[in-house]
């Protein structure tokens, strides 16, 4: 059977996040972070025995606000935008004959992680549960599949087998065990599909279905997706380390320490993100990047002023984002440059069609000239169709998350309505799924190609390595507490233009993405994905920004009818 592996939320497929995700640098401490302080933290009621010891890093966060860069100085959130990744390290004394220079090893388009010696000796057994002196349990939990989304994924061969996910992910901990440095230790990961439906969503089922994985008692659990926000705190109450869940509120996070992280960008800050954009470059202006008639009820781009509407899930953990950009806008613009609530949805592909109806029947009775859909990749296919079916041409302001950025899912929204399309962008710029990181960890174990078609497999790949990347700068005395030392701590930030996001963690900031592109979409362009017309085309090249950097125009976006 055919299923998909974006679940509502899609990939970060091959590309992108994972071309230069985790060099991380400096072994054994990062430039740039706050002291760690000794103390229990953690999420009120999540401790196990085992768990509890250990340091925790302090919750300030005020040395997350540069970004260390190649001359060892910073580049804060309202400075120049960022280029170019972190360089140079010292490697440590020992046994480093298995290391590519200053690399674990050499596979990667930045090479791998910093070298790190040989251990020998006692890593101390089983410091926590899911620990043994020989193992590090992890479970990679998935929800079932649905087949309506797996026909549209299709279209583009983004959906994936079970059997081609699973050789994948298999040679994926293969490649870790046998090239990072894990103590003694090496990952044993078993695959759960919980009870757990994709859409319409069963929190009573997904709940259960979370305690039942709390049973097999891992160290950590990975789910990637951007539903069910709440069933994560099964596991941080039960004091596992829980991996994914992206784009909910910074509190999912930090209130759930130190169990809670995600790769991707947390929703507060691709609010801030967007919320920035909007006010610097769009308030108060014509929508002259909207169809020259916007809607009959609405008028001509040139008539009116933007109002926008933002679109999202009905998810609180989503909500509180949407709103976040909500009240940003208004405090730049006032009450009549934007809708004050978020027009929200239930993810539910089974009533997508009259739930869009709905929708774009409220868009147009308030107005909206310009819209920001902070959804998952699969609602845009049915928000753009109703769209169009109204003769309805609004702008498409891009929210940076949710895949909706990248070049094969954008061509599975209505081309009348994505030629309006601009604005932030998460995601690198895209190689060949050949010269992804994944397809380089699949030769390197022995095959030819790139795993899982146009998939890719690249989530599995960018969560798998980002565990991979903290087990090895957490040291052999492994708990929970020692695991947030070692993403907060020793994980220096890398990357920051082209084909690496800039990626950094610290006190207060347990997601991995800290920046972002301009694009515009082009039905004409080609993907360098697998080489197909339709892709976003990025403003300035390899520039990315960070908080405070965006400009004040739309210099080299297209205006089209």
């Not at 005020?62 to 960022?82: D, F, K, L």
């Not at 101390?124 to 549960?129: C, H, I, N, W, Y």
């Not at 599975?412 to 309505?417: F, G, V």
Request: proline share 7%; glycine share 12%; charged share 15%.
């Amino acid at each position: 059977m055919r299923r998909s592996t974006l679940r509502l939320y899609a990939p970060f497929i091959a590309l992108a996040l994972v071309q230069a995700l985790f060099v991380v640098l400096v072994p054994s401490r990062a430039p740039s972070r706050q002291e760690l302080a000794v103390g229990p933290g953690g999420f009120r009621g999540g401790t196990r025995a085992g768990a509890a010891s250990g340091t925790a890093l302090a919750t300030s966060d005020a040395s997350t606000t540069g970004a260390v860069v190649a001359n060892g100085g910073t580049a804060g959130a309202g400075g120049a935008p960022t280029t170019g990744n972190v360089q140079g390290f010292d490697v440590p004394p020992g046994d480093t004959s298995h290391c590519a220079g200053e690399f674990q090893f050499d596979v990667l388009l930045t090479h791998g992680p910093p070298c790190q010696p040989k251990f020998t000796g006692d890593n101390g057994g089983a410091t926590s549960p899911g620990v043994t002196g020989d193992t590090i349990k992890i479970v990679y939990f998935e929800s079932q599949p649905n087949e309506q989304v797996n026909t549209i994924l299709a279209a583009k061969g983004l959906a994936t087998s079970s059997d081609q996910e699973e050789a994948a992910i298999k040679v994926f901990v293969d490649f870790i065990n046998s090239h990072y440095e894990l103590w003694g230790r090496k990952i044993s990961l078993e695959k759960v599909v919980g009870d757990c439906p994709t859409t319409p969503p069963d929190y009573d089922k997904c709940l259960a279905a979370a305690q039942e994985v709390v049973k097999k008692q891992p160290f950590a659990v990975i789910w990637v997706t951007s539903l069910y926000a709440d069933v994560y705190d099964v596991w941080a109450n039960a004091g596992i380390v829980a991996i994914g869940g992206s784009a909910f509120d910074v509190s999912y996070y930090n209130d759930r320490r130190p169990y809670r992280y995600d790769v991707a960008m947390d929703g507060t800050q691709s609010a801030d993100f967007i919320a920035e954009y909007y006010c610097k470059k769009l308030v108060g202006r014509h929508p002259d990047h909207a169809g020259t008639l916007i809607h009959a009820t609405i008028g001509t781009r040139d008539q009116v002023t933007r109002k926008l509407g933002v679109i999202v899930p009905e998810i609180q953990a989503n909500v509180l984002t949407a709103q976040r950009v909500i009240d940003q806008v208004r405090a730049c613009g006032g009450d009549g440059a934007v809708v004050d609530h978020p027009f929200t949805y239930k993810s539910d592909i089974n009533t997508a069609t009259t739930q869009t109806e709905s929708t774009v029947a409220a868009l147009a009775q308030n107005k909206v000239t310009t819209i920001v859909c902070m959804c998952d990749p699969i609602a845009p296919v049915f928000l753009t169709q109703g769209l169009s079916s109204q003769r309805y041409f609004p702008e498409h302001v891009l929210p940076g998350l949710g895949l909706l950025d990248y070049d094969l899912l954008g061509q599975l929204y209505d081309p009348q309505q994505w030629q309006h399309a601009f604005g932030p962008s998460q995601l690198p710029i895209p190689t060949s799924l050949d010269n992804s990181d994944p397809a380089r960890v699949w030769r390197a174990m022995g095959n030819s190609g790139h795993p899982c078609g146009n998939n890719g497999c690249g989530l599995p790949w960018a969560y798998l390595s980002f565990v991979a990347a903290a087990l090895q700068q957490t040291g052999p005395d492994l708990n929970p507490f020692t695991f947030e030392q070692g993403v907060l701590g020793n994980l220096p930030p890398t990357g920051g233009s082209g084909l690496s996001a800039l990626v950094k963690f610290g006190p207060g900031d347990y997601t991995g993405i800290s920046d972002e592109k301009e694009v515009y979409w082009d039905p004409t362009a080609t993907t360098p994905t697998d080489g197909s017309k339709g892709a976003y085309v990025a403003v300035g090249g390899d520039v990315r920004y960070q908080l405070g950097q965006w400009g004040t125009t739309l210099d080299g976006i297209p205006i089209r009818p």
